[in-house]
């Protein structure tokens, strides 16, 4: 064979075998549609990613669900793959996404979700499965009692649907609140009201921060105090965008972040880090745990947090001489206006991913949906500060005499858990969600970042103008790569986000194959004409 005749065949092969490996799993799968028929005389084997904060009652309520599970299913097998970080299942998931190894049921987030289904046919629309009247919502063929379609909280299933359709279940439901110190408030004059505004919280806290020509702080009597510390800064920045009524982000990944509502917030955050009464998880540490050495003012976290806040918390990184006696008291988030309350609604739902085979996927299916039963919301949701995701579970007899026993003892009664819980309980109808969209986990850090950024640049002596905005938003652009949010869109308008790698590659492999075919012709033609010129001669 000639050289080049041979290098066009070498290239041509690698083309295909390109081809073949952007195709791989994100587009090698069906799409999926609830099967005629389901052989449960089948053996089944199913993966299970979930996350728990190494809490060993969160694990025992999997695997106990696990065992009850395959006992009225002795043909499904479920293997738990436990993580302690939810970025961790996403990484993990995308990579198993290109080799066609994704787990079959996962905790995990819309967010994540609106990047997995950027691979054609990856994770499995549920709506099919919902209405299914043998094996959907209340199913006449289900083996456990789980809810029926009526009896899943609206709100809370709403928010696993992108583009229209159901990807996900949610699981477990909480929002974020403000855990604060009374004791310290009312010393400094302070009456705690009943909802939180943040010009009552910045005000208080910098009085918080004064310190005395010794270095200490009156109001502790120590040489630490860090007044208001916030755990999510993606969060504070996305709830008081919503609560000014200002823009954020579209559903078709449009971005709104980088505007003057953001600037005015990333002032204030300035402004109260240089008077000494701001700061961050990612800048300090855990809020409960300055909470708890009466270091802190007021700790902003997550109500799943609950049981990490207070004098007599049973979950602390601290050691037990640190601790302070102190009157906790549960808040919503500060607000803009107390009238017209927003706060975060957060936690963790499941997708069900595709597979070759639709009676696997309805196998994961029935799991997915067991973990809807009473016995398993009501287990998980008494670990922390969550609320079960169905009317089913929250008006069971068990859960009402589980919130009616708040403070009992410090364990699984709790009074601050029981009090975070019954704050989210009260305001699901003031809680919201942000759009989920291919590229919206980028867009949520960025938001993160933008206080992050401010509040180390203050501690660092920088000067904080107009001028700086500008350039810290040109740097959380670039880092987030939020230039290419927005440029592709499907048919529906949901954003699709950049390329995937294998279909760049795919498509940089086509061109150079045209590249070479028409080298290869031309040279042919030169080869040509230069036979013909010397037979002339």
Request: aromatic residues 10%.
């Amino acid at each position: 064979m000639k050289p080049l005749n041979r290098l066009f065949s070498t290239l041509l092969a690698s083309f295909c075998a390109l081809s073949a490996a952007g195709c791989h799993g994100s587009r090698g799968l069906p799409a999926f549609s609830v099967p005629e028929h389901f052989d449960d005389a089948r053996e089944y084997e199913l993966t299970f990613w979930a996350k728990n904060d190494t809490n060993k009652i969160q694990t025992a309520v999997y695997t106990d669900a696990i065992k009850a599970f395959e006992k009225l299913y002795p043909n499904i097998h479920v293997n738990i793959r436990l993580y302690t970080d939810y970025g961790r299942i996403y990484n993990d998931v995308i990579t198993n996404i290109s080799t066609a190894t994704t787990p079959n049921v996962c905790i995990t987030y819309p967010d994540h979700i609106a990047t997995y289904i950027t691979g054609q046919n990856v994770v499995a629309p549920l709506d099919e499965l919902f209405a299914d009247p043998e094996y959907g919502f209340g199913g006449s063929e289900l083996r456990y009692d789980g809810p029926d379609a009526g009896e899943m909280i609206g709100k809370f299933l709403d928010e696993c649907a992108i583009g229209g359709v159901h990807y996900a279940i949610p699981f477990m439901r909480s929002t974020e609140a403000c855990y604060i110190n009374v004791s310290m408030l009312e010393s400094l004059g302070y009456e705690l009201p009943d909802v939180l505004t943040w010009d009552f919280v910045w005000e208080a806290s910098d009085k918080a921060a004064e310190q005395a020509p010794d270095g200490t702080y009156p109001v502790n009597g120590q040489k630490t105090m860090i007044p208001f510390i916030y755990k999510s800064t993606d969060n504070m920045m996305i709830q008081q965008l919503a609560q000014r009524g200002a823009g954020y982000s579209t559903s078709k990944g449009d971005v709104l972040l980088f505007g003057g509502d953001t600037e005015e917030i990333l002032r204030d955050v300035a402004d109260h880090t240089a008077a000494g009464a701001f700061s961050t998880f990612k800048i300090s540490s855990y809020p409960g745990n300055f909470l708890n050495a009466g270091q802190c003012l007021f700790a902003v976290d997550s109500t799943a947090g609950a049981t990490w806040m207070g004098s007599h918390a049973p979950n602390s990184d601290i050691s037990p001489d640190k601790f302070v006696e102190f009157e906790i008291a549960t808040r919503p988030v500060p607000q803009i206006d107390p009238s017209n309350p927003k706060m975060i609604s957060q936690g963790p739902s499941v997708c069900v991913f595709n597979k070759a085979d639709p009676e696997e996927v309805l196998a994961s299916w029935l799991f997915a949906q067991f973990l809807l039963t009473n016995d398993v919301q009501l287990g998980y949701a008494e670990t922390e500060g969550y609320i079960p995701v169905t009317a089913k579970a929250q008006s069971d007899p068990a859960y009402l005499d589980y919130l009616s026993r708040s403070g009992e003892d410090d364990g699984a009664h709790y009074a601050v858990k029981i009090e975070a819980t019954q704050l989210l309980l009260d305001n699901i109808e003031n809680t919201f969600v942000t759009p989920v969209f291919n590229g919206s986990a980028s867009l949520r850090d960025a938001a993160g970042q933008l206080i992050e950024n401010t509040a180390k640049s203050v501690r660092r002596k920088e000067t904080v103008d107009g001028a700086y905005f500008e350039k810290l938003y040109d740097d959380v652009r670039s880092l987030y790569r939020l230039d290419q949010l927005g440029e592709r869109t499907a048919p529906g308008g949901e954003d699709l986000g950049p390329l995937p790698g294998t279909s760049v590659a795919l498509l940089c492999g086509i061109g150079s194959v045209w590249i070479l075919m028409g080298a290869y012709l031309l040279t042919g033609a030169i080869r040509k004409k230069l036979e013909e010129n010397r037979r002339k001669t």
